[in-house]
C-alpha cells in the first residue's frame, strides 16, 4: 500500500459525459500527478500539481481538465467522452515537484467508456 | 522527439535464469532514469538512476545507466515466479517537466 488513495475504483459511463476521478496523496507530499495507461499506448503523463499549482503539462486532451486543492488532494476532470478514453488513470504523489524524486502510485481508476 | 524504447517487449524464462532488461531514450535535458514494477495493481519503485555507472542493487535486482550511450539495463539473477511483471523505464527531462515511459518490458517466470 503506497498510501496513495484513489476513487472510484471502477467507473463505467457512456460517451459524451463527464467523470470526475479523485486522488488523495500520501501524508506530507505536495506534489500529485496524472497517468492514463491504455492498453495500445503505455503509461503517459498527464499533468502535475504542486502545492496547489500546476508545474507541468503532458500530453493532456483539452477535454480533461485537473486541479489540486488546499488540501492537497486532486481530481481530474474527464469531458465529452470517447470510446479511445477508456484506460486505467493512475495518481502518484511525490515530496516535492523535482523530476528526480520517486512517485508513489495510486492503485487507479478503471474507466471503461461504452 | 523525446521516446523510451524498452526492449524485449515480453520474455518469458524458467526459475532460476537471469534476465537483463534493456532501456534506451532520446530524452533531452535528462533528468533521472527510473524503473518501476507493475503487476496487476500499480507500479511500485525500484531504482532511480541519475548517474552513470553506478550500480543500485536491490537483492537479486541490479541496475546501471550509462549516460554516454542513453541506456540503462536492469538485471534480475535467480528469478522467481514472484518476478513475474512489467517492467516500466520512465525518463524525466527538464523540457516541460514531462516523464517519458517505455511500453515496458513483460516477464514471466515459469516454474
Known amino acids: 500500500d503506497s498510501g496513495v488513495t484513489q476513487t472510484p475504483k471502477h467507473l463505467i459511463t457512456a460517451t459524451g459525459q463527464r467523470v470526475t476521478l479523485r486522488c488523495s496523496p500520501r501524508s506530507g507530499d505536495l506534489s500529485v500527478y496524472w497517468y492514463q495507461q491504455s492498453l495500445d499506448q503505455g503509461l503517459q503523463f498527464l499533468i502535475q500539481y504542486y502545492n496547489g499549482e500546476e508545474r507541468a503539462k503532458g500530453n493532456i486532451l483539452e477535454r480533461f481538465s485537473a486541479q489540486q486543492f488546499p488540501d492537497l488532494h486532486s481530481e481530474l476532470n474527464l469531458s465529452s467522452l470517447e470510446l479511445g478514453d477508456s484506460a486505467l488513470y493512475f495518481c502518484?504523489?511525490?515530496?516535492?515537484?523535482?523530476?528526480?524524486?520517486?512517485?508513489?502510485f495510486g492503485p487507479g481508476t478503471r474507466l471503461t467508456v461504452l | 522527439e523525446d521516446k523510451v524504447v524498452q526492449s524485449p517487449l515480453s520474455l518469458v524464462v524458467h526459475e532460476g535464469d537471469t534476465v537483463t532488461l534493456n532501456c534506451s531514450y532520446e530524452v533531452t535535458n535528462f533528468r533521472s532514469l527510473l524503473w518501476y514494477k507493475q503487476e496487476k495493481k500499480a507500479p511500485t519503485f525500484l531504482f532511480m538512476l541519475?548517474?552513470?555507472?553506478i550500480e543500485k542493487k536491490s537483492g537479486r535486482l541490479s541496475s546501471i545507466l550509462d549516460k554516454k550511450e542513453l541506456f540503462s539495463i536492469l538485471n534480475i539473477t535467480a528469478t522467481q515466479t514472484g518476478d513475474s511483471a512489467v517492467y516500466l523505464c520512465?525518463?524525466?527531462?527538464?523540457?516541460?517537466?514531462?516523464?517519458?515511459f517505455g511500453t515496458g518490458t513483460s516477464l514471466t517466470v515459469i516454474p
Open positions: 502518484a504523489s511525490s515530496v516535492s515537484p523535482r523530476q528526480t524524486n520517486e512517485q508513489f
Open positions: 520512465a525518463v524525466s527531462g527538464n523540457t516541460g517537466n514531462q516523464f517519458y
Open positions: 541519475t548517474s552513470s555507472g
